[in-house]
């Protein structure tokens, strides 16, 4: 089993940059797809991110392209995202996702373990 603990949610201004971190338990973290998700109010959960247990493999949402960029350190078993030129429709939870077959994690129902999230607010 894997758990997963997000950080670096905070205010930010419309322009600026953050930084999320998931901090994963478990042996097997180097094996895992991991992925970003996030949930505005009143708004579905939808896909951000996503990365291979290799790095090999990211994709993103068409909303966050070129701004967000997804990383891991397999070492240190965290997933990273880097959020910059933040806009206020970005502002939502974010939850770090992690799915144990599979080359990434494409959708939610693909994945099984889940952080509580981090709270990420843009004003504009």
């Known amino acids: 089993q894997v758990q997963l603990v997000e950080s670096g949610g905070r205010l930010v201004q419309a322009g600026g940059s953050l930084r999320l971190s998931c901090a994963a338990s478990?042996?097997?973290?180097?094996?895992?797809?991991m992925g970003w998700f996030r949930q505005a109010p009143g708004k579905g959960r939808e896909f951000v991110a996503n990365?291979?247990?290799?790095?090999?493999?990211?994709n993103y949402a068409d909303s966050v392209k070129g701004r967000f960029t997804i990383s891991r350190d397999n070492a240190k078993t965290t997933v990273y995202l880097q959020m910059n030129s933040l806009k206020p429709e970005d502002t939502a939870v974010y939850y770090c996702?992690?799915?144990?077959?599979?080359?990434?994690?494409?959708?939610?129902?693909?994945?099984?373990?889940w952080g509580q999230g981090t709270q990420v607010t843009v004003s504009s």
């Open positions: 990365i291979s247990w290799n790095s090999g493999t990211r």
């Open positions: 996702a992690a799915r144990q077959f599979g080359l990434t994690v494409a959708n939610q129902y693909e994945v099984d373990y």
């Open positions: 478990g042996r097997t973290f180097s094996s895992y797809a």
